[in-house]
């Protein structure tokens, strides 16, 4: 396959720059057009909070991208890396098409940004990230299978802690999620007979000395003050320092227990995006790829790139600045991009990035929204109708305004919609961190996985004998199981320790497998001979 341009990436940017290519040169069949996406639809993520909060459902918020860029050739599949010298991208279209050449003659690069919770331990493993659609609706889940279970429980301890919620990250994202998750908790808790009267606690731990530092101040401010007049705790210049299956530990030493924890930080470059800039030594600026403002790629003719993964500069009224990562710059970016693309295989000559800067808007929960548009600033009701008219207006396709529209206006009336439909869960492999002295299976507990240590050590305990320290690279497995595959030992953290578990289909595999003799193996082969098979 080869096209005169690729555009690797469906977000914002890649997918209003295909829709311009499409109507500038597909339609009349001048220059083939592809667009590499990993999923199929254009998603509106600045609507990805509504969906966590149940105000909006999932089919909302995306749009096909078949049907948004016509003329174009939509290519679902990831980017493993890209070969320039060849001007092919290598890309794993899923099960059966891995390593698929896919040739370009210009290359625009649109992949966005990636999320990298390893930075705090435990992060990854115990948080549940905001960035895609698959994050929206397994914590919409998540948060409903918490009233659930607290509904269930009696003991007070446990209660609480399920009914204690902690977005981490006090920027749009965390500041509209915890306002969602507010809403939907406390509208819902009176479904659930033992929790009505049961307090929640909603906490938002934001490192910084205001929210919304990007929309001034003020705005943050009034933010803050509605957030906590609905009962929701605002932790400022504060950090996260660990997770843990049952408590966030913060830099001033304090902890907060819960089981339910956001992560809306954590933005990291993307790697296909910064292996390329390696190569070909293209400078890059706080890990974004720099740009002309053409965005043509610094010191290169066919390659171009736009949005949250490049550096575009941009005029704002005189004043020379990088232009921030958010959709309404990324989408202009993306149809600017277009036009230059289109004006360089004429070559004419290319434009700067042009964009008149309008405002920003955030909502904050219950009707109420922070706005700064125009140099105006505006909070409250107005600004939570002017939120929705802007997004409704900007959402792409009838259909979609349509859905959005009735979905609102049933908001209006009803309550929200917290059925949860799931498939079983397919965990292959997770990991786990344990601070010291946590627990981590008791004796007569059902046997549900198989544990290897990573790092740090557990002890073991078992009836009428001594304590022993299991260390790395441990495998804890159905040895110390009996016959009804309950735990003979109880296990708990001899200091800060990292697990790896087998689970789900991996450990039913695992549990053929070591029947089939695989334990006679030297420990160190057992765990690759899982992976591959
Ligand atoms: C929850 C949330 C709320 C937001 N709210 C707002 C808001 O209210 N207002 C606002 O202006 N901005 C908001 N933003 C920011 C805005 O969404 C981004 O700035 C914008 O999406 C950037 O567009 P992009 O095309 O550069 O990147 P993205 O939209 O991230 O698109 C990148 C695309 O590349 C794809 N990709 C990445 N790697 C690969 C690969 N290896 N192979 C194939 N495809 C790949 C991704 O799947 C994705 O489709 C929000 C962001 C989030 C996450």
Known sequence: ????????????????????????????????????SERNVLVFQPMLA??????LSVLDVVNPLRQFCRHVNVLQG?????????????????????????????????????????????MADYSWPMKTVADAIRLRAAVINRLEEANLIEDLDTRRRLLTFVIVGGGYTGVETAGQLLDLLLESKMLYANLREVPLRVVLVHSRAHLLEEIGERLGDYAQCVLEKRGMEVRLGTRVTEVTAGKVILDDGSAIEAHTVVSTVGNAP?????????????????GRIRVEATMRVVGQTNLWAAGDGA??????????????????????????????????????PLRPFKYRYMGQLATVGQRAAVAELFGFRFSGF??????????????????????????????????????VVQPPPEDILRSIHLEKGELLISEG?????????????????????????????????????????????????????????????????????????????????????????
């Open 1 to 36: 396959m080869k096209f005169d341009v690729v555009i690797a990436g469906g977000g914002f940017t890649g997918a209003y720059c295909a829709r311009a290519l499409g109507k500038m040169l597909g339609h009349a069949g001048e220059k083939r057009v592809a667009i590499i």
């Open 445 to 533: 507990d059902r046997c549900r996985g198989i544990f290897f240590v990573r790092r740090g050590a557990l002890t073991r305990e078992r009836s009428g004998e001594e304590p022993t320290t299991l260390g790395p690279d441990t495998i804890v497995d159905q040895e110390w199981s009996d016959e009804r595959g309950r735990w003979t030992i109880t296990l708990t953290a001899a200091e800060s320790t990292d697990i790896t578990v087998f689970r789900g289909r991996a450990f039913e595999l695992l549990k053929t497998r070591l029947r089939l003799g695989l334990r006679d193996e030297p420990e160190s082969k057992q765990i690759p001979t899982l992976i591959s098979g």
């Open 311 to 348: 550096s575009v500069p941009w005029d704002d009224r005189g004043q020379l600045k990088n232009s921030p990562p958010t959709a309404q710059f990324a989408l202009r970016q993306g149809r600017q991009l277009a036009e230059n693309l289109v004006r360089a295989m004429r070559g004419e």
């Open 50 to 55: 509504e969906v966590a909060g149940s105000s």
């Open 382 to 419: 107005i600004a939570w109708w002017m939120w929705r008219s802007i997004y409704l207006a900007k959402l792409p396709g009838t259909l979609r305004k349509l859905r959005v529209m009735m979905d609102w206006t049933f908001e209006l009336f009803f309550r929200r919609d917290i059925s």
């Open 270 to 286: 993307n790697p296909i995006t910064m292996d390329l800039c390696q190569k070909l030594g293209i400078p890059t600026d706080k």
């Open 78 to 122: 990831s980017v493993q890396r890209i070969d320039w010298e060849r001007r092919a991208l290598v890309l794993d279209g899923g099960r059966f098409t891995r390593n698929h050449l896919v040739g370009f003659e210009h290359l625009v690069l649109a992949l966005g940004s990636v999320t990298d919770l390893s930075r705090v331990p435990g």
